[in-house]
């Protein structure tokens, strides 16, 4: 591995590990705070298991929702061959001790998913309009991207991650209404006033969480290309290329279409609202968008990194 991808590495692996710190954290110490001031009433216990158990029912029915919903079958072996072939090889290369099954939804977004939980098992999902607008090559690079996801664990990161802005908000909301039509006593003695702004103050600190959760998705795209690159032969080029060229053909589905497509956007290799005009070759598109210079303020609420970031990361990889 090239020097300045081992750095890149580093730093990468340095960030997410630091975010996620950040908000176990900070979520454990607001959390204790609240609950010793309270004395642990039963309705919070019943809250914190109640969003916990959400998310983990949530997490273990999401194949057969994202299935129902991406039109997500089986690709038999006998479909697309080179493409079996090339996840058995990206798999053993990964160092997985179980290759996930290869799965084709039947939408024409060109795009790519992993999902999977360890009752359904993983799954790497490319779409029809994936296969009928990248090269192989490519489609090998999006697929090392789609494993590193499931060797990352990413799935369940996400939902661990997830919840924690989850439970703050909701305990908020309790406290807030708490505040409002609590009892009488607490009221005379300024507790409901003190309740309602503790609430309130929750539900801020749940956003600013959020904002924490979405960077966290932004590093574990960039943690997956970065697992493309090292293991796909030409991988960083080759997923620079497939991901300009996704977001050009998804500029020619229709607006409506995509808009149905974005219920799990998250999931995606490329947000499908995030679409580029090509007037020029793939090289030059890709050197046209690492120019650009990206909002922070965009990116700061979006599930992946800005196109031109995303790519210049890559760069690191290639010789």
């Known amino acids: 591995m090239l020097p300045k991808a081992k750095v890149s590495l580093i730093r990468l692996r340095a960030a997410m590990l630091g975010t996620l710190a950040a908000i176990i954290g900070l979520a454990t110490l607001v959390l ?6 309270l004395g642990v009433p039963f309705s919070i216990y019943t809250i914190l298991g109640i969003v916990v158990a959400f998310h983990i029912l949530q997490w273990l029915i999401a194949p057969y929702i994202i299935n129902a919903i991406y039109r997500v079958r089986p690709l038999q072996t006998h479909e697309y061959p080179w493409l079996h072939e090339a996840l058995s090889r990206i798999s053993a290369t990964s160092g997985l001790s179980t290759k996930p099954r290869l799965m084709l939804a039947e939408i024409d977004l060109p795009n790519a998913f992993a999902y999977g939980n360890p009752i359904t098992g993983n799954f790497v999902a490319v779409t029809r309009g994936l296969l009928s607008t990248l090269p192989r090559e490519e489609v090998e690079a999006v697929i090392g991207h789609e494993v590193g996801h499931i060797k990352h664990k990413d799935v369940m990161f996400m939902m661990i991650i997830s919840i924690i802005p989850a439970l703050i908000y909701y305990i908020g909301y309790i406290l807030y209404y708490s505040g409002w039509f609590g009892s009488t006593s607490r ?5 409901g006033a003190l309740l309602v702004l503790i609430g309130v103050g929750l539900m801020v600190l749940s ?8 960077y966290f998705s932004r590093l574990r795209e960039y943690y997956a290309d970065s697992h493309a690159a090292i293991s796909v032969q030409n991988g960083a080029r080759n ?4 991901l300009v060229r996704i977001m050009s053909a998804s500029r020619r589905v229709r607006k409506e279409k995509i808009a149905s497509y974005t219920q799990l956007k998250a999931l995606f290799i490329t947000d499908p609202e995030v679409t580029v005009r090509s007037y020029e070759d793939v090289d030059a ?28 990361h890559l760069d690191a990889y290639i010789t």
């Open 32 to 37: 204790m705070a609240i609950l010793t001031w």
């Open 285 to 312: 598109l890709v050197e046209r968008i690492k120019a650009e210079k990206p909002s922070i303020l965009m990116e700061l609420f979006s599930t992946h990194p800005h196109p031109a970031k995303r790519l210049r």
């Open 239 to 242: 997923l620079q290329r497939g």
């Open 187 to 191: 009221d005379q003695r300024g507790g």
């Open 207 to 214: 956003f600013i969480l959020n904002l924490f959760v979405f």
